[in-house]
């Protein structure tokens, strides 16, 4: 099966922050987006409210309950208690832990499992206790699988943003798809399943789809919205899907 679309609504909320209105809707472009055929919404909430604000969160989880249930919610950000509360109150399907620093302007790299375990296992625990599915953000870094799955999650998400920024070299795309792919036979052979995400657009898709056979999810927020500027929300969701192998 190819790897499900979840769409990042975060670059929305961005330039919807850019005014004191409600447009554009990041709800309503969620909804353009899973009529298309998008599988899942993928949402960072970050402390500062830059990109998707806490008042997008319960409009977001009704939006899929009552019109797409087949759809995903997935919740990424810092295990700080204040997220853990926040994903609790919010029950989305899949949380995403990220290394992220508050201030940063978007995720830019993966944990350092082997240094990070004793604080990532506990919590690990505790959202999978609580009934989340369970992503930890990995650089690709084969050596860091078995930290990763010794901490209890479900999947890993590989930081596909060193391939992404390659799209002008194609030797050197070469290589980053190597290791990702790498990265990723480790993981599933380690029984981790796998998601990708940053910087991933309609033309380096394929061949990440290509490598990683057993891919299950790509969660993609400003080349898609990009995107959209120009086909629309359900033509790039559409553009998207055929990219993943749909």
Not at 79 to 103: I, N, R, S, Y
Not at 175 to 190: C, F, H, S, V
Not at 194 to 201: C, M, P, Q, T, Y
Request: glycine fraction near 8%.
């Amino acid at each position: 099966m190819p790897a499900k679309l979840s769409v990042n609504l975060n670059a929305i909320a961005m330039l919807r922050n850019r005014r004191d209105l409600p447009w554009p809707s990041v709800t309503g472009l969620g909804r353009a987006a899973l009529a298309a055929g998008a599988h899942g919404l993928t949402v960072h909430p970050r402390p500062d409210e830059r990109h998707t604000r806490l008042s997008d969160l319960p409009e977001i989880r009704a939006l899929i309950d009552d019109e797409f249930p087949q759809a995903e919610f997935n919740i990424e950000g810092y295990p700080t208690e204040d997220f853990l509360l926040l994903v609790e109150k919010h029950q989305p399907e899949q949380v995403t832990l990220v290394p992220d620093d508050p201030a940063q302007a978007t995720s830019d790299h993966g944990w350092n499992f082997a240094e990070r375990s004793t604080f990532l296992t506990p919590i690990v625990k505790r959202l999978k206790k609580g009934g989340f599915r369970v992503s930890l953000f990995s650089d690709p870094e084969p050596s860091q699988v078995s930290a990763a799955r010794d901490t209890g999650a479900d999947r890993i998400e590989l930081y596909t943003g060193p391939y992404g920024s390659c799209h002008s070299d194609s030797e050197k795309a070469r290589k980053e798809l190597e290791k990702l792919g790498k990265t990723a036979d480790a993981a599933i052979a380690a029984g981790l399943a796998v998601n990708a995400g940053h910087d991933l657009v309609v033309a380096n898709l394929p061949a990440l789809a290509k490598r990683i056979p057993g891919l299950a999810e790509v969660s993609i927020g400003h080349g898609l919205t990009a995107d959209a500027l120009e086909y629309g929300m359900a033509e790039t969701t559409r553009r998207f899907l055929r990219a993943c192998g749909w």
